[in-house]
């Protein structure tokens, strides 16, 4: 993509910095909010400058960290409506922050937590229901940006956009996102000639996993054009095609039986309103002693999605509370076995992410505009510390029809060497 043209985002001009009024010399009002503002946070780790002042040079980085206003627009915005404000004053430059973007994050997820007025606010608000038009432009919005983008960061033998499982601290990315999926494989204790069904499939490397490691047949649906022409090539490839069938559909349109179903990183789309059709889909489709996983990005109490992100990264995303996933299991005659909550295991992949990117930036820069490129950053990074900070969450949730009793009485199986 060339820079000259439009970001991908939907930044306008306006938004993205193009066209901004003569910031002028700054007035006391405007010295004033930015003192009230410094209140706020550890003046030991963020500094806040105005437009007059000049920009803090590479060499002179270190602690506080420096976020600088670019214009009196800026800083209005900001105090106005930090969430929804602050990705689009930073990912157009406006807001420039020298030192570690995530010291800064920090210090506004420790300002949140302490003046929660707006996320009581905000989880008065209900998530949306989208409809099969609705998933399908916004899988586009964030997956079909192209596959080279996502292969510069993500790890190198799977292409796992969604939390690894560090068994060992010491682990690679690489290394942390096979033992993801062996992870979820022995939960779901598959077995050789079983046959899987996968609602959203990424780019095909776990159900190329599954059957190469466990000797199981996948149906895998997925909205993702890219993803599934991607898919298809590497079932090719892996000489898995015969074992592997990829599905460019709706899991709403999932049918057949199967042993075992699994979802990974797909309910965040889905909508809490069809939870409970997701769940009569799953007992329809499940064989009498099947089992099933859904693996998903969740919360502790009920909050929306970030404004921002879901405005210019995830449109329709939410993650909801185990409260809210029961609707899929309490209806529909499924018994939850297991939860697990993997929340730092994805504060450390998205660690892992962000170096990645970085490392890459300059890659990252010839396929997109600078706006993109430091939106990316910031959604990264805040993903980073959210998890850090407990905001987010992430449930793996293990079910079967209730009543089946072919369960293991202990985790031990979950533990197995050998990987």
């Not at 990829?246 to 990974?264: C, H, K, L, M, Q």
């Amino acid at each position: 993509m060339n820079r000259s043209q439009s970001s991908p985002l939907g930044l306008s001009g306006k938004e993205s910095g193009q066209e901004r009024t003569s910031a002028g010399r700054p007035a006391t009002l405007d010295r004033r909010l930015v003192d009230q503002l410094s209140k706020r946070f550890d003046s030991s780790r963020v500094r806040f400058t105005l437009w007059d002042e000049p920009a803090v040079s590479a060499e002179n980085r270190g602690l506080p960290v420096t976020l600088r206003f670019s214009d009196r627009g800026a800083l209005l915005q900001l105090l106005t409506y930090p969430e929804a404000n602050f990705g689009d004053l930073y990912s157009s430059g406006r807001i420039t922050v020298d030192g570690d973007l995530r010291i800064v994050l920090d210090e506004a997820f420790r300002h949140a937590s302490q003046n929660p007025g707006l996320s009581r606010v905000l989880a008065r608000l209900r998530a949306t229901t989208p409809d099969l038009s609705d998933s399908r432009r916004n899988i586009h919005h964030h997956y079909d940006i192209g596959n080279d983008f996502y292969r510069l960061w993500l790890d190198r033998e799977a292409l796992q956009y969604t939390c690894a499982y560090y068994a060992n601290p010491a682990m690679s990315l690489d290394q942390a996102q096979q033992a993801k999926m062996h992870h979820v494989c022995r939960k779901l204790r598959l077995e050789s000639g079983e046959h899987v069904v996968e609602a959203g499939g990424g780019w095909g490397g776990f159900a190329l996993f599954m059957a190469k490691h466990y000797g199981v047949h996948v149906r895998s649906f997925n909205i993702s054009t890219e993803q599934i022409a991607w898919s298809r090539e590497w079932a090719k490839r892996e000489e898995l095609a015969d074992r592997v069938e990829f599905v460019e559909d709706d899991y709403r349109n999932i049918s057949g039986r199967y042993d075992a179903f699994v979802s990974v990183g797909m309910l965040e789309h889905v909508g809490l309103g069809n939870y409970r059709q997701l769940g009569a889909l799953i007992n329809r489709v499940l064989t009498a002693e099947g089992r099933g996983l859904v693996h998903s990005i969740g919360r502790d109490r009920v909050i929306p999605l970030n404004p921002w992100i879901a405005r210019r990264i995830f449109p329709g995303a939410y993650p909801a509370t185990l409260r809210e996933m029961m609707e899929i299991f309490e209806p529909n005659g499924l018994s939850v076995l297991d939860v697990e909550n993997l929340r730092l295991h994805y504060a450390r992949t998205l660690e892992h992410w962000l170096e990645n990117y970085e490392a890459h930036v300059d890659a990252i820069r010839s396929l997109f505009d600078e706006a993109f490129v430091r939106a990316w950053r910031l959604y990264l990074a805040g993903s980073n510390r959210a998890f850090e900070h407990g905001t987010l969450q992430l449930f793996q949730v293990l079910f079967s029809r209730s009543g089946m009793n072919a369960i293991p009485r202990t985790r031990a199986h979950l533990y197995a060497s050998g990987d």
